[in-house]
């Protein structure tokens, strides 16, 4: 199995766990975690930034003593937009689960940690089409590079089945801006319904890195360089849940020479 891939833990607790030291990188972490009504999740940001995105399900929200509320409102990521949670470093958090939670923790280094807590509602967020014909789908952004944060970029896509996705094949693995920005990446997928698979290839240039994956429900893979497409089978759409930062916060991506042209077919 590909070191970049982690396979999906049943049942409920802290089901994913990705850090700089055990990606091998510097700048993301991700957690999942899935909790039944009644269960409570928690944690401390540290020295880091976190954005919390309710996946799926309801939760009673604090940070720092402060109740922010009853947050969350789809039972699946494939239904409307996500509710989420912005903090910077050095806060408490905690979420008391309402219904069935699925809750993400993005996160990565906070070079200020002077932004306020923020509570980012479905109505805040962005959302476009990309692509054309089967390279169609569609991207929602959580915690773009226009709203305020220190590293962190957060972004949901879901791509319908027989779509390709992160298509044609694009890196961001050099710090050499304005033409490319370096971001460390995972994937969080989820399949509709969720015994399908999909497909993601992560590979360079050189090939020193070329590593093709069978994506399964709840699966994580990590993306430390390299170009890193998507393809969803026919009858299964995929959803992914993105993690992004490096050391400078901007999205500058380089395409593969080689398909570049069918940005323009």
Known sequence: MSKLLLKAKAGTGHVAHVTPESAGWTYVGFDLHRATAGQTIAGRSGDKEVCLV??????????????LGLLGERMSPFEGKPWSVYMPANCDWSVVADTALELAVCSAPSFGGDLPVRVIAPDDLGQETRGKGTNTRYVTNILPEGEPADSLLVVEVIT???????????KHDQDNLPAESYLEETYYHRLNPPQGFAFQRVYTDDRSLDEAMAIEDGDVVMVPKGY?????????????????????????????PEHEWLMKS
């Open 160 to 170: 319908p089945g027989g779509h390709t996705s992160s298509y044609p094949p694009h």
């Open 54 to 67: 309710f996946v799926t399900g309801k939760g009673f929200t604090q940070v720092n003593g402060h109740d």
């Open 228 to 256: 890193h497409p998507c393809a969803a089978c026919h009858g299964y759409d995929l959803y992914y849940l993105n993690v992004m930062a490096g050391p400078k916060r901007t999205w500058k991506f380089h395409n593969a």
